[in-house]
């Protein structure tokens, strides 16, 4: 019953010995405790090929298969990553990590797909689309892409089609702020937003105000603060709340539904609230270091210490990590990334006399998983199934790959972890496994350990070893028109015909 997504629709297989022929593709994961995004329960997972097969308790099988003991520990759907930078060029550098570096790391910290950020070459998506598919040929695990706009025009336009349609992409992403490099206008955010929703795309931005952004800067640069503090002072939460703001007024507007990238502060948040209280999809997606840091580091007097907390919108005073963990256990903001985009010492220190020359981004494709599960679960925040609704399931919902990912259930990809919730983690750049020579959680501590990752079907992290080959990670194509599409047309009607009933009243009227 490959391909058959459910729990216990295999009954056969609790009673039937399982063996075949080929032995290393075959896998059963004993008695752990199974959690999905809607229930967890006591079985095992017998996975064949590279795809689960049968999730019920006593499975048995032949001696061909390999069987991992899993009892007592939280076997759940490998974590999957909204947002990444892998091998970008950005800020006159590339990220340290590029799909193999980046991807390794990601599966040493249990998460098993992400999604990365094409960018335009020149504007041209299907050139930026090349270089991507070229960048990530040596990829180890399964990963998807969005795609940033960064220039409007009909080649654009008719390119985001071919995008959709022809090559898996179902995103794009607008920048707000960058001006100079990828900020796009509000004409611009307009017409991609239309664009989007015809194909049944998702919009997503980096809500920042650009233009305030670049008088924040100078105003910092004319009071001789050149250091990495000018960056958190030069864009205050304000213009994060007002880009914010303005995009989801917008697409409210166009009436299409809208994925705001790194929530970094109370502003931006409470927009997204806001907009949800009047009925509107709007997406929130925190990120690991707006959750767990706060821009203290900023002020070090170590220019290497403070400059690898530069990334945009800015780590922000302790209390938004709070407000943002609080959103994110009431569902006002329902998944969470990374922003994985790292800049070794050598990389930031092209910033060393001025703060906006410091290369933006953090690292943590590594440690997301760690760092929600001690914040969020081992603080009582959410429950496990919680946790993996934003670190996986959600994911897989909003890209339309659910159940093929985001799930331990007969059919899925077998991308799993098993996770120790007695055993536990240290963070350092002495042993993670990015190229960077720093790590923003350096020295951090917690509980919960994935001492398993299964990508594809393969062991590929135990006894802290990788196991992993270069090629071996598959593209993972995103169909439109997902779940957040639903119902888009009948508001459309119903506000076509708010627009035509009493205007026509009153003429007939008069
Ligand atoms: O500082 C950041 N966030 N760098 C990556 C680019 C982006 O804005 O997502
Ligand atoms: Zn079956
Ligand atoms: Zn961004
Ligand atoms: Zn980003």
Redesign the pocket.
Known sequence: CVGVYGESECGDLSSSFLSSSSSSSKLLIKGGIVVNAHHQLVADVYIENGIIVSVQPNIKVGDDVRVLDAIGKYVMPGGIDP?T?LG?E?MGTETIDDFFSGQAAALAGGTTMHID?VIPVDGSLTAGFEVYTEKAKRSCMDYGFHMAITKWDEVVARDMEVMVKEKGINSFKF?L??KGSLMISDELLLQGFKKCKSLGALAMV?AENGDAVAEGQRRMIDLGITGPEGHALSRPPELEGEATSRAIRLAGFVNTPLYV??VMSIDAMEEIAKAHKSGQKVVGEPVVSGLVLDDSWLWDNDFSTAAKY????PIRKRGHDKALQAALSTKILQLVGT?H?TFNSTQKALGIDDFRKIP???NGIEERMHLIWDTMVESGQISVTDYVRITSTECAQIFNIYPKKGAVLAGSDADIIILNPNSSFEISARSHHSRSDTNVYEGRRGKGKVEVTIAGGKVVWEHDELNVVPGSGRYIEMPPFGHLFNGIDKVDAAYMSSLHAPVQRSRTAS
């Open positions: 947002h930078h970008m950005f950020f920048f702020a960058y980096h990238v790194h530069v990334m945009s919108p922003d985009c933006n981004g953090v």
